[in-house]
């Protein structure tokens, strides 16, 4: 019974370039979730989506930052021309229906920008 | 804003010692969670309350859901090594998906 899956572990980019960032949920999992946690912070809600559909994202940036959900395949979180201050943790959630009280979290891909 | 608070940020105890970590919010929340996070790791849900003075038991970890659903508080009886991680308090509203996720508390137990 394979858990949120999420890929690369780690990821380095250069100022300027591009970080996609891969979440496939639990099996059965519908809804996904994205949260950004900087060092030696908690955790902030990005963005939230059911298949290819964006239901709320009012906490990602409004700019470089797009999340997609596709009808086959993982969920994507792409950060266009990143900087420094995009170094961070980001974890993906998942949960099986928009009523369950409980998201089932991957183990974040940490992406480092040079 | 809905902010969660927790308490303290760190901790440091000896084996086989009590503690309890608080997660206090001026805001009410309608379901509330505890998750435990290690280094280089996703955070790993512990436990879910809904009701209003709800006690849940897990082992050696005892969690309360305030009678007025603005706070929370986990004990853990006789510490050891393996209890050593970030505890996190997430806090969920009816009608909306967003966990607000508190501050943190840093918990090192020495053997």
């Known amino acids: 019974n394979a858990g949120v899956m999420q890929n690369p572990r780690h990821l380095v980019r250069r100022r300027g370039q591009e970080a996609r960032l891969r979440c496939s949920p639990m099996k059965g999992h519908s809804h996904v979730y994205w949260y950004r946690q900087l060092p030696e912070e908690g955790l902030k809600f990005m963005v939230y989506l059911q298949k290819e559909n964006i239901i709320d994202e009012s906490g990602m940036p409004k700019e470089r930052f797009s999340a997609e959900f596709p009808k086959e395949g993982p969920s994507i979180l792409r950060i266009q021309q990143v900087v420094r201050g995009d170094s961070a943790a980001y974890f993906c959630?998942?949960?099986?229906?928009?009523?369950?009280?409980?998201?089932?979290f991957g183990p974040g891909t940490r992406l480092t920008v040079t | 804003t809905q902010l969660l608070e927790q308490s303290p940020q760190f901790l440091s105890i000896q084996e086989g010692e009590n503690l309890t970590v608080y997660c206090n919010s001026s805001s009410v929340f309608s379901s509330l969670q505890w998750y435990r996070q290690e280094p280089g790791e996703g955070p790993v849900l512990l436990v879910t309350?809904?009701?209003?003075?709800e006690v849940k038991k897990l082992k050696r970890l005892t969690f309360q859901f305030g009678d007025a659903r603005k706070d929370s508080s986990l004990h853990i009886t006789a510490a050891q090594p393996g209890d050593t991680g970030l505890y996190l308090c997430?806090?969920?509203?009816?009608?909306?998906?967003?966990?607000?996720f508190g501050t943190g508390t840093r918990l090192k137990v020495l053997a």
């Open positions: 959630a998942s949960s099986p229906h928009v009523d369950s009280y409980e998201q089932y």
């Open positions: 997430a806090g969920g509203s009816t009608g909306t998906y967003k966990y607000i």
């Open positions: 309350v809904v009701t209003g003075g």
